[in-house]
T-cell receptor
Framework: EAQVTQNPRYLITVTGKKLTVTCSQN?????MSWYRQDPGLGLRQIYY???????DKGDVPEGYKVSRKEKRNFPLILESPSPNQTSLYFC????????????FGQGTRLTVV | SQKIEQNSEALNIQEGKTATLTCNYT??????LQWYRQDPGRGPVFLLL?????KEKRKERLKVTFDTTLKQSLFHITASQPADSATYLC????????????FGTGTQLKVEL
């Protein structure tokens, strides 16, 4: 089954404690991205990757890092989480090309206290 | 600045009626426009894609129109059912835009018996 898998689904952490949210896709997609979703603000892109070892900032990259060492994996790293990073996070993947659909993971609800 | 607007107020309709959702955009020249469905706490799921040179696209009970002059897309669900209750997101895609999908904030649809 084609899917994007994120882990964990829920995470509560304390300010400043480094964390990683994993994302993996099994569709051999080149393009992967991370979004955060907040009430009234919709989905906002954090980082994206066009292919292995190619990553770039999205609209709200501050406080986040990513890496793309393998095609299937695109982890999101919060080196020093802060309460304003409390949000619902989604990983997505799609084939290259502007006429392709995006596949989303099931989401990670992060709370930073 | 670029803006994508969807009605933030929930749309309540009666079962069997046609639901019509609106997506307006400014300062944007999308080559493609996509619609997604999102259930609470879940990732968005792709529904339909329409190209800039297409006026209308249909899929079962769904119909999408795309007017690049008005800078607007309409999303229709005919013979609506309670199971259609969800939030619907439009997303814009530019040719050569690096695969970036930019999302509206979504409109919540509630179909009542």
């Amino acid at each position: 089954e084609a899917q994007v898998t994120q882990n964990p689904r829920y995470l509560i952490t304390v300010t400043g404690k480094k964390l990683t949210v994993t994302c993996s896709q099994n569709m051999n997609h080149e393009y992967m991205s991370w979004y955060r979703q907040d009430p009234g603000l919709g989905l906002r892109q954090i980082y994206y990757s066009m292919n292995v070892e190619v990553t770039d900032k999205g609209d709200v990259p501050e406080g986040y890092k990513v890496s793309r060492k393998e095609k299937r994996n695109f982890p999101l790293i919060l080196e020093s989480p802060s309460p304003n990073q409390t949000s619902l996070y989604f990983c997505a993947s799609r084939q290259q090309g502007a006429n392709t659909e995006a596949f989303f993971g099931q989401g990670t609800r992060l709370t930073v206290v | 600045s670029q803006k994508i607007e969807q009605n933030s107020e929930a749309l309540n309709i009666q079962e069997g009626k046609t639901a019509t959702l609106t997506c307006n955009y400014t300062n944007y020249s999308p080559a493609y426009l996509q619609w997604y469905r999102q259930d609470p706490g879940r990732g968005p799921v792709f529904l339909l894609l329409i190209r800039e040179n297409e006026k209308e696209k249909r899929k079962e009970r769904l119909k999408v129109t795309f007017d690049t002059t008005l800078k607007q897309s309409l999303f229709h669900i005919t013979a609506s059912q309670p199971a259609d209750s969800a939030t619907y997101l439009c997303a814009l895609d530019r040719a050569g835009g690096g695969n970036k999908l930019t999302f509206g904030t979504g409109t919540q649809l509630k179909v009542e018996l």
